[in-house]
């Protein structure tokens, strides 16, 4: 994190933008598993805003073969975006526990509004660089980093206002392993810097997030995080709806972390795709946990 600046933490029981349930009732897994506490405890003042910022979504049926519940996805985003952008303006860091990615389309835009050159590092097994046209499956959470480039339908890419929120020089994605044709093809065009798995065998999760810490802070007034949970191995992360194999070990991703937090860049933040319903125990959740912990400066010793 930037400075010590209080935390908000804004739960998005939300999963509509995913393929299968139980997404929505990872803030509460997470929350469980002692979120808060854990932060205080490392000296962060704390936040916790209920849920109640959220519409009721539930008789909105708006749906598309590509766009999958695009009208609770999108009812979903304009609230959160307002939400997260009034945290901004109060002076916190808004910290937003998912529910599915989609969510991502959201707190960027807000992020974006006060930081007009916004990095952005996206840790995840997925690119969700999709758009209506080049996705497999018609789930938002896999659009929501091209909606934020401007690319994709209006409904989402004008989430917070028109246009491109990002540009793609300040991306960086990290762990990735499941990239769509479509998304390959736009990672090329774009230039956006992709350390994938096989980066992070060949040279290291210290070297790889050096580099992209360089990427998504040189030149910037701000940078959000948004971690996806799946770009941990499934051996540990089990309990999320779109699983990879060959992910993060246990101490790359808590490497990452400590890094970030050692860089001091980072103004906001999501941490998304805990599914409670699949998870083995309270593994994944628990795991969530410490990854913010570590984030916000927990240290061996
Ligand atoms: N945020 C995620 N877990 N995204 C998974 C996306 C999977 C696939 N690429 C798709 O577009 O459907
Ligand atoms: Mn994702
Ligand atoms: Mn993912």
């Given at each position: 994190m930037k400075e010590q600046?209080?935390?908000?933490?804004?739960p998005v029981p939300f999963d509509w933008g995913a393929g299968r349930r139980g997404a929505a009732a990872g803030p509460e897994a997470v929350l469980q598993a002692g979120l808060i506490r854990r932060l205080q405890k490392l000296g962060c003042r704390v936040q916790l805003r209920s849920g109640d910022y959220?519409?009721?979504?539930?008789?909105?049926?708006?749906?598309?073969?590509?766009?999958?519940?695009?009208?609770?996805?999108?009812?979903?985003?304009?609230?959160l975006a307002l939400e997260a952008a009034a945290a901004i303006r109060a002076g916190m860091f808004p910290l937003a526990i998912g529910g599915d990615h989609s969510l991502a389309i959201g707190t960027v835009a807000a992020a974006a509004k006060t930081r007009h050159?916004?990095?952005v590092l996206w840790i995840d097994a997925h690119g969700d660089?999709?758009?209506?046209?080049?996705?497999?499956?018609?789930?938002?959470?896999?659009?929501a980093l091209a909606a934020l480039l401007g690319l994709g339908d209006p409904r989402f890419t004008g989430i917070?206002?028109?246009?491109?929120?990002?540009?793609?020089?300040h991306i960086a994605?990290?762990?990735?392993?499941?990239?769509?044709?479509?998304?390959?093809?736009?990672?090329?065009?774009?230039?956006?810097?992709?350390?994938?798995?096989?980066?992070?065998d060949r040279y290291?999760?210290?070297?790889?997030?050096?580099?992209?810490?360089?990427?998504?802070?040189?030149?910037?007034?701000?940078?959000?995080?948004?971690?996806?949970?799946?770009?941990?191995?499934?051996?540990?992360?089990?309990?999320?709806?779109?699983?990879?194999?060959?992910?993060?070990n246990y101490r790359?991703?808590?490497?990452?972390?400590?890094?970030?937090?050692?860089?001091?860049?980072?103004?906001?933040?999501?941490?998304?795709?805990?599914n409670p319903l699949l998870d083995n125990g309270h593994r994944t959740a628990r795991l969530a946990v410490e990854l913010a912990a570590s984030f916000v400066g927990e240290r061996i010793l």
């Open positions: 600046l209080p935390i908000s933490v804004l959220l519409p009721n979504t539930d008789p909105d049926r708006r749906t598309s073969a590509k766009l999958k519940h695009w009208g609770r996805v999108q009812a979903m985003n304009e609230a050159r916004l990095g660089l999709n758009t209506p046209q080049t996705s497999p499956s018609g789930n938002i959470h896999g659009m917070g206002g028109p246009g491109a929120k990002l540009n793609p020089r994605l990290v762990g990735a392993r499941e990239l769509d044709a479509g998304e390959k093809e736009l990672i090329r065009e774009l230039g956006i810097a992709c350390f994938t798995m096989h980066d992070i290291g999760m210290a070297r790889v997030m050096e580099n992209a810490i360089r990427v998504v802070a040189d030149g910037t007034d701000g940078v959000h995080l948004s971690f996806d949970i799946d770009s941990v191995d499934p051996g540990e992360a089990p309990g999320t709806g779109t699983p990879v194999r060959g992910g993060l790359e991703a808590h490497l990452a972390m400590e890094m970030l937090h050692e860089a001091a860049i980072v103004t906001s933040a999501d941490l998304v795709e805990v």
